[in-house]
């Protein structure tokens, strides 16, 4: 993996230098020479905070986002599901678990994605959940989870994010495609977790194609639109999206809003999820893992859902 990984940042690297002159126009090219030692602003100090956080995804650009962050001083937060990775594993499969322990070291936070991303569909009968999991044995398929079942679908990715680094993971979770319901919250409240969105101008466009929107473009409404108290969206990698986002945004990005003389904390310090997210889940229950029986009616409208 090493040696792919050196491949594709040297690619990467050479597709950010659009970006930087971009920079220099929107007066932040200065911050691009900041020795690392000065790039770094400690939460304590973080008097105009955003809070960027990173859903997993194919993994691609992980190592290049470690180094970036790693340089400027940012700590992040990051929301864990066991996605597919470019080599067919998986994102918290014991090849990346020595990753994880040290961004776990460095001081990000972590919180829930679903262990299988499962995207909410539909509210079913009894506080039952229809979601449609992109990963995982039944990927593509629509399944129905009992709130227990979607509690075990949370905890999947706590329990093996303590067994990779040895910390608890915080009792954050954010839904797959920000898709929620009441009914999905109170599941999720009920065994410990509050949900964690992002701002509107947070959406940073990682998902969206590059023939339409390029990074550039990304770039500019990104320095353009976000203010102070802002919750930024990111991915691991995109699949589908041809012009990785990371790192050709990410690093100008940084120091684009240091110049605007903002700094970067994780969601501990943010003054509503910091609190959530010290809460301890509750353990599911023994019964978790039922999904819940579905019929052949209902199997033909949740393809209808897909």
Not at 82 to 95: A, Q
Request: proline share 7%.
């Amino acid at each position: 993996m090493q040696g792919r990984a050196l491949t594709f940042t040297a690619a990467l690297r050479r597709s950010a230098r659009p970006l930087a002159c971009l920079l220099v126009a929107l007066g932040a090219g200065a911050m691009l020479a900041r020795p690392a030692s000065a790039a770094g602003t400690s939460s304590a100090a973080c008097a105009r905070p955003v809070y960027l956080t990173f859903d997993t995804g194919h993994m691609g650009v992980a190592p290049l986002v470690a180094e970036v962050l790693k340089r400027h001083g940012v700590r992040v937060t990051f929301f864990l599901a066991n996605e597919r990775t470019r080599n067919g594993g998986g994102s918290l499969d014991d090849e990346w678990a020595p990753w994880w322990k040290e961004r776990a070291a460095e001081g990000h936070a972590f919180g829930s994605h679903t262990w299988d991303h499962d995207i909410w569909q539909a509210d079913a009968a009894d506080g039952a959940l229809r979601v449609r999991p992109t990963m995982g044995p039944q990927a593509g398929r629509a399944r129905t989870l009992a709130p227990a079942g979607y509690c075990e679908e949370l905890d999947r990715p706590a329990r093996r994010f303590e067994a990779m680094t040895g910390q608890r993971m915080h009792a954050w979770f954010r839904a797959p495609g920000g898709r929620t319901s009441p009914a999905l919250l109170q599941a999720a409240q009920a065994c410990g977790y509050t949900h964690v969105g992002w701002s509107p101008a947070g959406f940073l466009g990682d998902e969206l194609p590059s023939d339409k929107h390029p990074n550039a473009r990304l770039l500019e409404r990104a320095l353009r639109d976000i203010r102070p108290g802002d919750i930024l969206l990111a991915h691991l990698g995109i699949w589908s999206r041809q012009d990785p986002w990371a790192p050709a945004v990410l690093e100008p990005l940084i120091t684009g809003l240091k110049a605007r003389g903002m700094c970067f904390a994780t969601l501990r310090e943010h003054p509503v999820h910091g609190r959530a997210g010290l809460r301890t889940p509750a353990p599911a229950r023994a019964d978790s893992r039922a999904t819940g029986a579905v019929s052949g009616a209902q199997s033909a409208a949740l393809g209808a859902l897909r």
